[in-house]
């Protein structure tokens, strides 16, 4: 990376005006840049939502791709110094998870790629897996943690409702474990890339998405209880018991032991039993 383009200089130029440093943690090695946007997959031509851009380092790597990139900002010094670097880029300046999608991907579907914050990482993504009419792949850097949560495997430690909610929307695949010192300035925590291309419709059998990951949030409501007991307070408890049953799940597992289409079948089964007593 050249100088001109490395973060702390960039930052220096950006706090000759600004009223405060900012507590962003800005992607500095240039070898990872490039990996998440072959990672990524972004060809010529594609139209690419970034959240966040920061400096805009991931910015001209994705511009040097022949994307077709909008970005949103929400902050609005940021904003004003990504506007005189990148003048042809498309910006919104907003925050991410309120912004109009149908302002942000005017010609969907798009392919989302961004450092995305932590503190809100995984609202965002759970946000956009929803929307697979208007994005197809999601490309994004969250602390190390979050991304083993999306791909961990049934009965490890890692496993839980967000890996399950993932799963019934797209495949997630990991792609490079990103360490502190690839940032300026360095955070405390490891990070690491993650690409979900999502499916173009949810499978979760034949009851609704937000149906779906009612069951499944209630089912790992009490990691430590039954599925049936954690589903009770949900559900009740008669309606939990004959739903497993007919899941054909055992009533004494526990809700990180079960699949995606483990849980696609308890969904369906409570759901029948909403209709019979209606």
Same mark, same amino acid.
């Given at each position: 990376?050249?100088?001109?383009?490395?973060?702390?200089?960039?930052?220096?130029?950006?706090?000759?005006?600004?009223?405060?440093?900012? %507590?962003?943690?800005?992607?500095?090695?240039?070898?990872?840049?490039?990996?998440?946007?072959?990672?990524?997959?972004?060809?010529?031509?594609?139209?690419?939502?970034?959240?966040?851009?920061?400096?805009?380092?991931?910015?001209?790597?994705?511009?040097?791709?022949?994307?077709?990139?909008?970005?949103? $900002?929400? +902050?609005?010094?940021?904003?004003?110094?990504?506007?005189?670097?990148?003048?042809?880029?498309?910006?919104?300046?907003? +925050?991410?998870?309120?912004?109009?999608?149908?302002?942000?991907?005017?010609?969907?579907?798009?392919? =989302?790629? &961004?450092?995305?914050?932590?503190?809100?990482?995984?609202?965002?993504?759970?946000?956009?897996?929803? =929307?697979?009419?208007?994005?197809? @792949?999601?490309?994004?850097?969250?602390?190390?943690?979050?991304?083993?949560?999306? !791909?961990?495997?049934?009965?490890?430690?890692?496993?839980?409702?967000?890996?399950?909610?993932? *799963?019934?929307? %797209?495949?997630?695949?990991?792609?490079?474990?990103?360490?502190?010192? *690839?940032?300026?300035?360095?955070?405390? #925590?490891?990070?690491? /890339?993650?690409?979900?291309?999502?499916?173009? *419709?949810?499978? @979760?059998?034949? #009851?609704?998405?937000?149906?779906?990951?009612? /069951?499944?949030?209630?089912?790992?409501?009490?990691?430590?209880?039954?599925?049936?007991?954690?589903? @009770?307070?949900?559900? %009740?408890?008669?309606?939990?018991?004959?739903? #497993? $049953?007919?899941?054909? =799940?055992?009533?004494?597992?526990?809700?990180? @032991? !079960?699949?995606?289409?483990?849980? #696609?079948?308890? &969904?369906?089964?409570?759901?029948?039993?909403?209709?019979?007593?209606?």
């Amino acid at each position: 990376m050249s100088e001109e383009l490395h973060p702390a200089v960039l930052l220096r130029a950006l706090e000759q005006r600004a009223r405060k440093r900012f %507590g962003q943690h800005f992607l500095a090695r240039p070898s990872i840049v490039a990996r998440i946007v072959r990672g990524a997959r972004v060809e010529e031509g594609d139209e690419v939502l970034e959240i966040g851009p920061g400096l805009g380092v991931l910015t001209r790597a994705l511009l040097s791709a022949g994307a077709k990139v909008t970005e949103v $900002e929400r +902050d609005r010094d940021l904003a004003a110094f990504l506007r005189e670097r990148e003048p042809d880029i498309r910006l919104i300046e907003g +925050d991410a998870m309120t912004v109009d999608l149908d302002e942000a991907i005017p010609n969907p579907p798009a392919k =989302v790629v &961004a450092n995305l914050p932590y503190n809100v990482g995984t609202q965002l993504v759970l946000r956009l897996i929803d =929307v697979p009419e208007k994005v197809s @792949t999601i490309t994004v850097m969250l602390q190390r943690e979050v991304v083993q949560r999306m !791909l961990a495997e049934p009965g490890s430690r890692t496993y839980g409702s967000l890996t399950v909610q993932i *799963a019934a929307r %797209g495949q997630a695949r990991w792609l490079l474990g990103v360490p502190p010192e *690839a940032f300026h300035p360095p955070p405390k #925590v490891e990070s690491a /890339v993650v690409r979900i291309d999502l499916y173009d *419709a949810p499978r @979760t059998g034949r #009851v609704s998405m937000d149906f779906f990951d009612r /069951v499944v949030r209630a089912g790992f409501s009490q990691r430590r209880k039954t599925l049936v007991n954690s589903l @009770t307070t949900v559900f %009740g408890k008669e309606r939990s018991r004959q739903a #497993v $049953e007919r899941a054909g =799940v055992d009533p004494k597992a526990r809700a990180e @032991t !079960l699949d995606h289409a483990a849980f #696609v079948a308890l &969904a369906e089964a409570l759901a029948d039993s909403e209709s019979a007593s209606s």
